[in-house]
């Protein structure tokens, strides 16, 4: 993330700041450096940031680079999950959204919760679970927000209709 011509400067500036505050690592310059980018960037814990890109996934896809603009086509990314039942199986509803021109469009993949996968789908049932069971385009708005709003508003029994729709 540091322009090469960047890091001895950024360097020279940990060092100053280490030496000031009595940490600096003499035979170790990564461990000053780590230190102060840790001070000037306090990053949280990865289970803390993972729960927030769970919990966040369209702020994250939008602080993302590249994050597609009007009119740049962009590849499928999945923004929010839900849970589905059909039958006696728990399947995983998400919705995958993609930049098409002007508009923001999206569909849903179904994936079978892996126990359910395991025990009670045939082989080929299993191999066409495996991510590529889908419905078609059936969201387009132009925010990405009134796709996840729209997303969300479906019922458990809507959703399921959905992936009956598609199964073999």
Not at 1 to 23: I, Q, T
Not at 25 to 37: F, G, I, Q, S, V
Not at 71 to 80: I, K, T
Not at 97 to 110: H, K, Q, T
């Amino acid at each position: 993330m540091v322009p090469r011509d960047g890091v001895r400067p950024l360097y020279r500036h940990a060092r100053e700041w280490a030496v000031k505050y009595g940490v600096h690592e003499a035979k170790d310059p990564m461990t000053t450096l780590h230190r102060y980018c840790r001070e000037l960037l306090p990053l949280p814990s990865f289970d803390v940031w993972l729960v927030d890109y769970e919990t966040n996934r369209l702020a994250h896809l939008k602080a993302a680079a590249p994050y597609p603009h009007a009119g740049e086509p962009s590849e499928p990314v999945g923004v929010e999950r839900r849970e589905v039942g059909h039958g006696l199986e728990r399947w995983e509803a998400s919705l995958e959204v993609f930049r098409d021109g002007e508009l923001w469009r999206g569909y849903i993949r179904f994936q079978p919760e892996a126990n359910d996968a395991e025990v009670s789908r045939s082989d080929e049932q299993i191999r066409l679970a495996k991510g590529r069971l889908r419905t078609g385009d059936i969201f387009c708005e132009d925010e990405l927000q009134d796709l996840r709003d729209r997303f969300r508003s479906f019922t458990s029994a809507t959703l399921s209709a959905f992936l009956r729709s598609i199964l073999p």
